[in-house]
Nanobody, 127 residues
């Protein structure tokens, strides 16, 4: 059974940092030959794709809202994805979702019918 599990969320003061982690498992995800990424959704707002990375790591995407503050990385050998979040602001408060097998290009990230979603991890930034 394919599974995506995030961790690392929590409460942090404005200006602080957090690192989210995500592990993908299951027979269909064991190869690591797919793109991974992060979405977030704040209460009352639409879901936002904020970052992705392709299977080789050569292509990454960042939404304007996080560019220069967040950094995505992956360790393909163990299907682990990271999101280093620095300079956190109150506007970053949201549920963060890791995705596997997602469309990823230099200018966008988009989920498809075969995308696997994690259960989400809450990030709360206090001002």
């Amino acid at each position: 059974q394919e599974q995506v599990v995030e961790s690392g969320g929590g409460l942090v003061q404005a200006g602080g940092s957090l690192r989210l982690s995500c592990t993908a498992s299951g027979s269909g995800l064991s190869s690591g030959d797919y793109s991974m990424g992060w979405f977030r959704q704040a209460p009352g707002k639409e879901r936002e794709g904020i970052s992705c990375i392709n299977s080789s790591g050569a292509t990454t995407y960042y939404a304007d809202s996080v560019k220069g503050r967040f950094s995505i990385a992956r360790v393909k050998s163990n299907n682990t994805l990271y999101l280093q979040m620095n300079g956190l602001q109150s506007e970053d408060t949201a549920m963060y979702y890791c995705v596997a097998r997602v469309g990823c290009a230099a200018f966008y990230v988009y989920p498809g019918p075969n995308t696997r979603w994690g259960q989400g991890t809450q990030v709360t930034v206090s001002s």
